[in-house]
């Protein structure tokens, strides 16, 4: 019953990864301060220690890890080798042994550190590897400890203890255990298929109670106090969406080109694009683009495009004989917006307007 643990094989496994993590993490130290390119923040900052901190810190529990399962194991193979020889009689000495070797290495820990003048590069791959490390450690002392469970089990066998696992389980599923089955085996008996009558597993009553607990919950909150129901949950979210649109496209009022650009027809846009027009465009269109300086806006005569993308365009780009480029001055919403205007005139036609320019555009559309 003696459980072989080579202590010496270990060791020297563990130097030997050690000697590579840190070689390695001097190696990418090298590589980092070579290449000072859009660095993360290093692992130990997020701590907020020191390189060598955290190194020293990390250091210090791996060996401490390898402590604790260095000593486990040699207390582990002294039980067994107790409990080979003398079955019967184990006094509390054995046990107090134990324990003192499992102490003495988290009083070493509490050791305070000193904080060192020297730098030691820890790079954060270094860290990562160093943990798994830890990880794999812990795994190890865990397995150990169940071995000496079980070993101390086979000392102590009075007190039978089912595992913590074992009750959790029995108390989530209550089954009868196979020995007594007959006790709750039913009377009938169908071509040798007969029924247990087992109690219900309580993980599922009880999740059954939770759920009526929660209908009742949800039936009030939903039903009787308001709670905000799902076909108004979308329509607040489809409310929200379009607001978040609107909000997105007076952002970037760029997004509107004579390529996409839609003649609105609103009259909060109309009157936005009648204050752009009486400000700019009045001087030489005339009021309401009866034509001066520049052409009569409000007949079908077009020397450029007469649909709201060709206007746009025009007036965005400018033209020739003094029709400057507004581009610069009023971003997209606003070309929209006079442009938009400048489509619903009412037609000003001689005496009253002026002459017409240009190309009949009706006429141009059905040609
Ligand atoms: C300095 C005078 C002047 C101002 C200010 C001016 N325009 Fe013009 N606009 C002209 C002239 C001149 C033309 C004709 C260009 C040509 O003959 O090629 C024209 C042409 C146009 C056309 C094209 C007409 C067609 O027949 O294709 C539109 C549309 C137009 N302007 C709208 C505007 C708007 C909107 C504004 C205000 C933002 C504006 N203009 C301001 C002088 C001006």
Not at 217 to 223: D, I, N, Q, V
Not at 304 to 309: H, R, T
Request: proline share 5%.
């Amino acid at each position: 019953m003696k459980t072989h643990f080579n202590i010496k094989g270990f060791l020297t496994v563990i130097g030997t990864l050690f000697l590579s993590v840190i070689s390695f993490s001097q190696d990418a130290a090298e590589a980092v301060s070579a290449a000072p390119v859009a660095q993360e923040i290093p692992m130990y900052e997020k701590f907020g220690l020191t390189s060598t901190e955290l190194f020293i810190l990390m250091v210090s529990f791996t060996i401490l890890l390898v402590i604790v399962v260095v000593s486990i194991s040699s207390s582990t193979s002294k039980i067994a080798d107790y409990t080979a020889k003398n079955k019967s009689k184990i006094n509390g000495k054995g046990l107090l042994l134990i324990l003192g070797l499992m102490v003495a290495p988290s009083a070493f820990s509490a050791e305070p550190l000193e904080r060192p003048t020297f730098e030691i590069p820890f790079t954060d791959t270094a860290f990562w590897i160093v943990l798994s490390f830890d990880i794999i450690l812990i795994m190890i002392i865990l397995y150990m400890v169940g071995i000496m469970n079980g070993l101390l089990y086979a000392i102590y066998p009075k007190k039978p203890r089912k595992s913590i696992w074992k009750r959790w389980q029995k108390s989530l599923v209550d089954a009868t255990p196979i020995e007594s089955e007959a006790s709750i085996l039913m009377d009938h008996d169908y071509d040798g298929i007969k029924e247990l009558d087992n109690n219900l597993p309580p993980w599922w009553k009880y999740g059954f109670y939770v759920t009526i607990v929660w209908a009742v919950g949800y039936l009030a909150y939903y039903h009787l106090l308001g709670g905000v129901l799902q076909e108004e949950e979308y329509l607040i979210e489809m409310a929200e969406g379009e607001a978040a649109v609107a909000q997105y496209k007076l952002d970037h009022p760029e997004l509107v080109t004579a390529d996409n650009v839609e003649q609105l027809t609103d009259a909060q846009s109309i009157s936005k694009g009648r204050s752009i027009f009486t400000e700019f465009c009045v001087t030489c269109h005339m009021e309401g683009g009866a034509g001066g300086a520049g052409p009569n806006l409000t007949d079908n005569y077009w020397i450029y495009g007469g649909d709201i993308k060709g206007v746009f365009k025009t007036i965005s780009e400018g033209a020739d004989n003094g029709m400057k480029a507004w581009n610069t001055q009023l971003n997209g919403l606003e070309i929209q917006a006079v442009a938009s205007y400048v489509m619903q005139l009412d037609p000003i036609l001689p005496p009253l307007g002026q002459e017409p320019k240009g190309d009949n555009f009706i006429e141009k559309i059905i040609e």
